[in-house]
């Protein structure tokens, strides 16, 4: 839920994807690379009729096409097979080069957690991103603070991840990732930015759910029923 | 059998079949700084509009690779064999899991590899990409076969990988006989009915030499290129198994998961046979030249001689 929010931006004011034509050469990517966050990815295409709610409701069940994390050889609308943390940026890279490459103008957004930054493949492609200047690719960093096991600055501090970005050659802003104004004005910043550029956006995990928000037990674990009522009342 | 013994190593025909496929606007060059070793800085030099350089950075080089594949490329990636093993979870996760096709090489495979020492001689690549659902593997034996194999992955419909050799070897193959070489079929390059040599890379043209020095002693071996480890061409191996009194694999690479594993799994599953296999056994290697490697760690011609005889 740290997420919905960014996601329900890009989508709502960016993304250029059509369920009439969901593998069109031309579409915008969407690289969703914390694939556990693949309920929230399930909501928005559900909203972009790429998705019907039987679908939801199958999901992590054996033969649902959502499957536990996004992967794009099951769902129409996902552009990358995530769930192992660290390669969607690199993948993402490999869009933006063919776009190049082909002489087209679709951009390719890229999605990375805040732990997930710990990974060292994300600093490699970090650094060759910058250097073949690639223009069409935006990368998002969902800084809600929490991995699996605890918050990140127990596991181990990631620090000033804006300004680790900006040393590798990113143009970066910093937002509020729950702001809609601020999360809208941020992605066009990104797309006006010459060169690859960065959103950090702080954000709260669980958020709009009081017994949620900010708990690490809540990174991988859905709700029981008891939990799930009280939460849609308070969302609802 | 006489080959001309001219020719490069299996590296330079990759870079050849690079070029050879240049035309098709689909194939992407990437390298991870080691171009000048796996040869595809050939194609760089020709192609620098589509050929991408992503430094000493492995990892991510696979995912570009998956990237590009998702969007209609056919991409060539390469480097030591040795370091694909270091990206092997992202050739896993990243680029087979989702069915998506591009092409790693791995250069420098085997003990052959030399002097470097063994932190360069991948002995286990071969073992470890044949355990990825829907991957194919080859090792090629000499340059026109690595060639005729690369050009071939062009519309090949599932992720591959190939090893290569940084050393030059006996041609195995001639401008003709080359052409009958395909992916997943074994290549029969001598014909008989007492043993079978099944071998792979750099060693086919010691089981070659093996063979011609058994039949001066009246014993009459098969020999096969099993360039292609995965898929498996079983119809071969069940004809084999049908027709000589034992089988010995060769090959560069650890006796454990590579040809010789492949072969003795299929077999012993569905045609229970003698087989005797010959590899590195389960050690690393060190610096020397390629021959005297080889010899430390018994890939000779008399060891194939030895095997050989004894299944008789």
Known sequence: MSAIDLIVGLYGTQLNVDSNNPDSIQRDRFIMSKGHASPAVYAILKEHDFLKQSDLDGFRSLGSVCQGHVDMKWTNGVDFSAGSLGMGLSFGIGTAFAAKMDGLDYQTWVMLGDGE?????????????????????????????????????????????????????????????????AVVEALQWSMD?????????HTVKGKGVSFMEDNPSFHGKAPNDAELKMAMEELV | MSAPSTGGASRDGYGAALLNLADDPRV???????????????????YPERTISLGIA?????????????????????????????????????????????????????????????????????ALYRTIPG?????????????????????????????????????????????????????????????????????????????????????????????????????????????VSGIVTVEDHSVIGGLG????????????????????????????????????????????ETAARAML
């Open chain 2, 135 to 243: 991957m194919t593997v080859m090792h090629p034996s000499d340059d026109l076969s690595a060639t005729k194999l690369t050009e071939q992955l062009l519309n090949h419909p599932n992720p591959s990988y190939t090893r290569t050799a940084r050393n030059k070897t006996p041609r195995i193959y001639d401008e003709d006989t080359v052409n009958s070489i395909q992916i997943g079929k074994g290549s029969v390059l001598k014909e008989g009915n007492d043993v079978a040599i099944i071998a792979i890379g750099v060693m086919v043209h010691k089981a070659l030499e093996a063979a011609e020095n058994l039949h001066s002693e009246g014993i009459n071996a098969t020999v096969v290129d099993m360039h292609t480890i995965k898929p498996l061409d079983t119809a071969l191996l069940d004809q084999l198994a049908n027709s």
């Open chain 1, 193 to 201: 930015t010459p060169g690859p550029s960065a959103v950090v956006a």
């Open chain 1, 117 to 181: 930054t710990q990974e060292g493949q994300i600093w490699e492609a970090f650094m060759a991103a910058s250097y073949h200047n690639l223009d069409n690719l935006h990368v998002i960093i969902d800084r809600n603070r929490i991995q699996n096991d605890d918050f990140v600055n127990v596991q181990m501090e990631i620090g000033d991840v804006a300004s680790k970005v900006e040393a590798f050659g990113w143009s970066v802003k910093e937002i509020d990732g729950h702001d809609m104004e």
């Open chain 2, 58 to 126: 492995e990892q991510n080089m696979v995912l570009v690779a998956a990237g590009l594949a998702s969007c209609g490329k056919v991409p060539f990636a390469s480097t030591f064999a040795i370091f694909t093993e270091r990206a092997f979870e992202q050739v896993r996760n990243g680029l087979a899991r989702p069915g998506l096709v591009a092409h790693i090489c791995g250069s420098h495979g085997g003990i052959h590899t030399g002097t470097d020492g063994s932190s360069a001689q991948s002995i286990e690549d071969l």
């Open chain 2, 261 to 304: 594993s492949a072969v003795s799994e299929y077999l012993s599953e569905n045609n229970p046979t003698i087989i005797r296999k010959i590899g590195v056994e389960d050690r690393f290697g060190e610096s020397g030249d390629s021959e005297e490697l080889l010899s430390l760690v018994g890939l000779t011609v008399e060891s194939i």
């Open chain 2, 28 to 46: 992407v060059v990437i390298e991870a700084d080691l171009g000048k070793s796996t040869k595809s800085c050939l194609f760089r030099e020709l």
